[in-house]
Every structure is written in C-alpha cells, then in structure tokens.
C-alpha cells in the first residue's frame, strides 16, 4: 500500500505564474487536508476536503487560492498568481474513512517545496 | 478555534538524559492529541497520540502526559539517542477528526 503521494516534490514559479500542487491519498483514504509549513515554522491547516467536496477551507487564503478533490484522481492545490511570500512547503495528509478503524492518524506526503523567484 | 501552543522552541540535551516537551490548548472540546516527528526534509510521522479519556501513554521511550484539566499535554522522551534528533509537533483535534491544529516545533538536538 503505497503512503500519501506528493508530485511535484520541488517546484520553481516566477511571480505572477501559476502553481499545481497533486495530493494521491494512501488507498481507501477518503479524506486529505492541506498543511502549508514555512521555515523553521509549524505546519498551517489550509484545507480539509473529502471526495467533490471542501468540508472546511477556513485556513486558505481567500484569493489566489483554491483547492480541489474530485471523484476520479488526486487532490489539488492551486496557487494562481503567486507572489515570494508563497514559498513554502505543502504537505498533504490523508485519513481513512470515519469508523472503527479510523485511529484519527493522520500519514503525511513528502511535501512539495514551493520556491517563487 | 482551537489555539496550541508548544515549547521550548529549542531543545538541545546530551545522550541519554530525558526530553520533555509542553504544550497547551485553548479548547476544551479538543479531545484527540498526535506527536508528530519531522526529520530535517522528511515528512511528519505520528509517534503517539492520547485521548481525552486518558491521562498518560507509554511506549517504550516516549511517554504523554494529559492534563484536561489545565488544558496540556507533554511529551517525554527517556534515555534520548542522536536519532532522536528532530522537530516534534504536537496537536490537537476536536471532534470526529475534521481538523487538526499544530504547535509551532520543537527542534530537539541530542548531542553525543
């Protein structure tokens, strides 16, 4: 089973460009969230999805930002018209689906460095 | 919302002697708390979570401490090794997991 999968692990945008960043939860994982984590800093909750809908997006930026999950493949996060303050590291993480066996862990993806010149 | 606060911020102690981070929370809904492990450009691993039902976990080296009624939570580490070496975040989730807030890390160094 493989774990959370990140692509692209490095990504390098110029100001004013856009950015795509895919999340492939573990299998069986129906819930992703976004954690964006600036250096030597803490990881920030961004956004909660589950399979074509946003549960909670109370952490992501109002503009620029938007997140998807939709029914057929990854999760994605897009970053239009990014600016130097956009550079960071995106995690993702996955959860199962709610029940017994849902110990509330999260796995978290390899994270996708962002740098903006 | 939900609002964690770790420290220290940085932690450095020799080989072998113990580790103890603390964090606290603000809501006393929040009943679900992860440690999380980062290694420098690898991604965060749980290494053990409590619940509000209960007031410490053992595992090995590393224990947690909860104290609902203050509103922390800490983590210890005995016998610390330079594997040790990393960021540990804690956390807090309310609810039936739909978010989960982190402290700000804690970077342990362990000198041999």
């Known amino acids: 089973n493989a774990g959370v999968m990140q692509n692209p692990r490095h990504l390098v945008r110029r100001r004013g460009q856009e950015a795509r960043l895919r999340c492939s939860p573990m299998k069986g994982h129906s819930h992703v969230y976004w954690y964006r984590q600036l250096p030597e800093e803490g990881l920030k909750f961004m956004v909660y999805l589950q399979k074509e809908n946003i549960i909670d997006e109370s952490g992501m930026p109002k503009e620029r930002f938007s997140a998807e999950f939709p029914k057929e493949g990854p999760s994605i996060l897009r970053i239009q018209q990014v600016v130097r303050g956009d550079s960071a590291a995106y995690f993702c993480a996955s959860s199962p689906d709610r029940g017994r066996t849902n110990t509330g862990e999260l796995f978290f993806g390899e994270g996708s460095r962002l740098t903006v010149l | 919302g939900e609002n964690v606060e770790q420290h220290p911020s940085t932690l450095s102690v020799q080989e072998g002697d113990s580790a103890v981070i603390k964090c606290t929370y603000s809501?006393?809904?929040?009943?679900?708390f992860p440690w999380y492990k980062q290694e420098l450009g690898k991604r965060p691993q749980l290494i053990i979570d409590i619940r509000s039902n209960v007031g410490e976990k053992k595992d090995q080296r590393i224990a947690v401490t909860l104290n609902k009624t203050a509103k922390h939570f800490s983590l210890h580490i005995t016998e610390t090794q330079p594997e040790d070496s990393a960021v540990y975040f804690c956390?807090?989730?309310?609810?039936?997991?739909?978010?989960?807030?982190f402290g700000s890390g804690t970077k342990l160094n362990v000198k041999p």
């Open positions: 809501d006393s809904a929040s009943n679900y």
């Open positions: 956390a807090a989730s309310i609810g039936n997991f739909n978010k989960f807030y």
